[in-house]
Nanobody, 122 residues
Framework: QVQLVESGGGLVQAGGSLRLSCTFSGRTFSRYVMAWFRQAPGKEREFVAAISWSGGRTDYADSVAGRSTISRDNAKNTVYLQMNRLKREDTAVYYC???????????????WGQGTQVTVSS
């Protein structure tokens, strides 16, 4: 059984930076597409970023493109999301997801972490 655990969330001021981590256990990490989603209060869960098995392909939502970087270290079974120049609108619970299909849709992922809270204050 695949399990994902996120960490690294917290409270930061606008303009600051944060690095989220997601550790993967079970089966083979390298065969999975990994992604980050987020959900703010009262809003639908939305795509943030995704990374292919090899790390050669990455994809970002327009809202974070240019100031965020998704990466993975298959040897450590870990995927990261580095977020810079944070904005109030980045406040959300961030979820790590794993799946067999590269997608911007949450339907492309079948395993989810418990989430980590990111709060950006002005």
């Amino acid at each position: 059984q695949v399990q994902l655990v996120e960490s690294g969330g917290g409270l930061v001021q606008a303009g600051g930076s944060l690095r989220l981590s997601c550790t993967f256990s079970g089966r083979t990490f390298s065969r999975y597409v990994m992604a980050w989603f987020r959900q703010a209060p009262g809003k639908e869960r939305e795509f943030v970023a995704a990374i292919s098995w090899s790390g050669g392909r990455t994809d970002y939502a327009d809202s974070v493109a240019g100031r965020s970087t998704i990466s993975r270290d298959n040897a450590k079974n870990t995927v990261y999301l580095q977020m810079n120049r944070l904005k109030r609108e980045d406040t959300a619970v961030y979820y790590c997801a794993a799946g067999g299909t590269y997608s911007r849709s949450d339907n492309g992922y079948d395993t989810w972490g418990q989430g980590t809270q990111v709060t950006v204050s002005s």
